[in-house]
């Protein structure tokens, strides 16, 4: 049995890669500085691994900002708006205006990465003769040869996946798009080839999502090519995120090792092998280790996953590896000195990780004795955080079988609550508000950090956030808003805030991830039962409700939100976790209620974003998540009015879930898919109130009032007046002050002008 692994993080266990990448932008580093500082990162990484003992090391996973990006441009796909392109290889600053536009071209669309919080840079392509720029997986394969020593296996991201991600095409281009993408495929292939590469590692995540049978084709004739023209190259086919859809198909391909997720298949990969075989005359990629998680691993379960595929499979035709890259996790917990002991050991980052590889494929060559002490050592580890009175929480757990028990429900149906509640509110027509945050200046995180390091007292911090909410009370009335809000700014992150208010969260010091580009996130750690402690939000919400008769809507991040953003612990279910924090968030808003907060949006822009990627898992997971929500925002009185705001949802598709959600009133983007979304209401009545964003609020640019009047005209030709709302399309806590102000003052004029039309 070999050790291998897909993909290291990229961004330095102290986040070097991001400073290089900033450093460069603003002008601080030159292009050879650049260089050679990103080259050290990259070879530090590889001797790592080496060092780790791991036998099959990836290379090409490192990259300037993103490895679509990078299989864009090594295919010349680079889209006309980039006139500085004039062919050839693609200069950095080509490459860096593609990925983060510049001032007169805008960036290329990002996107989601499969169900991760990684984003890439979309492809855009479009069926037209393309030549290979440069062979980047080569260039790497020689760097770490010639500098390091070692025999890597170069990583791409296979021509499946490649175009299922792109866009810029139609169904009907496909043929067409295969036959301009084949050849390039082939080229980077038969170099490798020629250069004596024995593995080669293709990506193609898109095999775990319902495809069809006919697209199952697709890829098979794909890789009979693809194998026919570098016949002496070894391609690992590399799944992950889940099991793969054909089974049979997928081990019949014409390639020499197949990468099949053991952790996130919920079972079927497994059970397909078991059922299924696998072919003598391939490896497998046996993916046994989580790589989305931070967690330890079970060794003793793990041991017992790896007897149990190694009875269908020899060993010596085994790769043990992650499940999928490990560029979802931090780098090593040896730099999180602040946990508590029964936490920091309980953890496992990329580091740990390929040490549990390496550990377990000794287990298996060399017999249970070689690793019997550290089998025992992760045993003791887990077992102490297990028996912990973090997770043992008995009055959160018999909450949490209650309320899967029963559905949760308002005591009205929508439209007679709705009533009462427009009468207690006494809004006017197309009432206008925002979506909850206001300019987090330098002046407020500032204030944070000095409070965070101790250089102010509480007291004084608290000061300075009701300065700052009375100030923007203010401002809101001169504006003319008709619904308040208090601005979040004691917030830093709509997550992290409330982690560090309720019990059985830790948070990481060094825990970086990269989210895009240089962008990295710090997610925090749900370790034990989440529990309500004392009122998370209610002293800025009723300050700023004691300063206005206005009224201020009260602001919470939902139960689906608050799992979907953090790192979860893997001892329970994911629907379990959402429970205990549906339930201490329905304490929140019972606290809020109580304190005369009659309006309370929660917010759960991340709802989406947690739908399993095959299509049969998503009904039970909306199952939870809906009634996770519904707990959350039930039990309170019929006038208490409800809200939530979810940034771009596609709301055609969602249009039924949202509206299970039962909130009184949604807010949603819209403001960049406005047409769309008017057919949306045409074909289905939504009857709920809804403020369609009217602006968008992710450019600086302040819109007019005829743009805005406009876009309000439009949505209330498809809805009916009484159910509209006006309000941005998401939280201004990234805008700028003067922009802001000016943005709502129009938006609040546009709403008066269409409400003296109607
Ligand atoms: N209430 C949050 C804010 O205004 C919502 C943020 C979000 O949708 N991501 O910042
Ligand atoms: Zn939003």
Redesign the pocket.
């Known amino acids: 049995m070999r050790s291998s692994s897909l993909g290291y993080p990229r961004i330095g266990e102290d986040r070097e890669w991001k400073r290089t990448l900033e450093a460069y932008w603003s002008g601080k580093i030159d292009e050879s500085e650049f260089t050679a500082q990103l080259e050290a990162i990259r070879l530090g990484n590889l001797q790592k691994q080496k060092d780790q003992g791991i036998d099959i090391i990836p290379v090409n996973d490192f990259t300037l900002y993103d490895q679509m990006l990078d299989m864009s441009v090594m295919f010349g796909l680079v889209p006309e708006r980039y006139s500085a392109y004039k062919g050839g290889t693609v200069p950095l600053s080509v490459y860096y205006s593609m990925a983060r536009g510049n001032k007169d071209e805008v960036a290329s669309e990002m996107t989601k990465w499969f169900n991760t919080n990684y984003h890439y840079i979309v492809p855009e392509l479009k069926p037209s003769k393309l030549t290979l720029t440069e062979n980047k997986p080569l260039a790497s394969y020689r760097e770490a040869k010639e500098k390091l020593g070692i025999e890597a296996k170069p990583v791409l991201v296979g021509p499946y996946t490649f175009i299922t991600l792109s866009k810029g095409y139609n169904k009907q281009d496909v043929p067409g798009i295969i036959l301009s993408l084949l050849p390039l495929y082939t080229q980077i292939l038969q170099e490798l080839e020629q250069e004596g590469v024995k593995w080669v590692q293709m990506d193609e995540p898109s095999l775990v999502s319902s495809i069809s049978k006919d697209d199952m084709q697709t890829v098979t004739y794909l890789y009979e090519k693809l194998n026919e023209a570098a016949p002496n190259l070894n391609i690992m086919l590399q799944t992950y995120f889940d099991a793969v859809e054909h089974y049979q198909e997928v081990i019949e391909l014409h390639v020499q090792g197949i990468g099949l997720d053991f952790v996130h298949d919920k079972g079927k990969n497994l059970s397909n092998l078991q059922e299924f075989g696998f072919p003598k005359d391939k490896v497998l990629g046996a993916g046994v280790i989580d790589g989305k998680n931070i967690w330890l691993s079970d060794l003793s379960k793990k041991n017992q996953l790896i007897n149990t595929i190694t009875k269908t499979v020899a060993e010596d035709q085994i790769w043990l590896q992650p499940s999928c890259s490990l560029l979802h996790v931090p780098v090593t917990v040896r730099n999180e000195t602040a946990l508590t002991k029964e936490v920091q050991q309980a953890l496992a980052f990329a580091d740990e990780k390929l040490e549990e590889i390496t550990l377990l494929v000794k287990g298996s060559n060399q017999g249970a004795e070689a690793i019997a002490e550290k089998v025992a050592a992760n045993k003791l580890a887990l077992q102490t955080l297990a028996s912990s009175n973090a997770r043992n929480h008995k009055d959160v757990q018999t909450g949490v079988e209650q309320a899967k028990s029963q559905t949760a429900g308002r005591q009205l149906p929508f439209k007679e609550r709705y009533q009462k509640q427009q009468e207690f509110f006494k809004l006017p027509f197309l009432p206008s508000t925002?979506?909850?945050?206001f300019p987090q200046t330098a002046e407020v995180k500032q204030a944070r950090g000095k409070f965070k390091r101790g250089e102010w007292t509480a007291a004084q911090y608290e000061t300075f956030v009701n300065e700052e909410i009375s100030k923007w009370i203010d401002i809101q009335e001169e504006i003319g808003l008709d619904v308040l809000?208090h601005g979040?700014f004691e917030?830093t992150d709509?997550v992290e805030f409330f982690g560090h208010k309720l019990g059985g969260f830790v948070f990481l010091e060094k825990g970086w991830v990269q989210s895009y580009g240089s962008r990295c996130v710090k997610p925090p750690v749900i370790y034990g039962d989440v529990h309500f402690i004392e009122p998370m939000t209610v002293r800025e919400s009723v300050y700023a409700q004691s300063l206005t008769k206005k009224t201020v809507k009260g602001?919470l991040?939902g139960p689906v939100?608050i799992l979907n953003w953090s790192f979860v612990r893997d001892d329970i279910s994911r629907e379990n976790v959402c429970y205990q924090l549906a339930l201490a968030l329905e304490k929140e808003v019972g606290a809020l209620e109580t304190a005369g907060i009659k309006m309370i949006?929660v917010?759960e822009?991340?709802l989406r974003e947690g739908l399993p990627l095959k299509k049969n898992d998503r009904e039970e997971y909306l199952k939870w998540a809906v009634n996770s929500f519904l707990i959350s925002t039930s039990s309170v009185e019929d006038t208490t009015q409800i809200h939530t705001?979810?940034?771009y949802c596609d709301f055609n598709s969602f249009m039924d879930v949202i509206s299970s959600l039962d909130a009184d009133v949604i807010s949603i983007e819209t403001s960049r898919s406005h047409g769309e979304l008017a057919s949306a209401f045409e074909e289905k009545t939504y009857e709920k109130g809804i403020g369609l964003g009217v602006y968008d609020i992710h450019s600086p640019r302040v819109p007019a009032v005829e743009e805005m009047v406009d876009m309000i005209e439009r949505g209330i030709k498809v809805l009916d007046k009484d159910q509209f709302w006006i309000n941005p399309d998401?939280?201004?806590?990234t805008r700028g002050v003067p922009e802001t102000v000016a943005s709502l003052k129009n938006m609040v004029e546009a709403a008066t002008i269409v409400r003296k039309n109607l």
Do not use: F, N, W, Y
């Open positions: 925002t979506i909850g945050s809000v979040e917030r709509m602001m991040t939100t949006q917010d822009p991340a705001h979810m940034c998401c939280g201004l806590k």
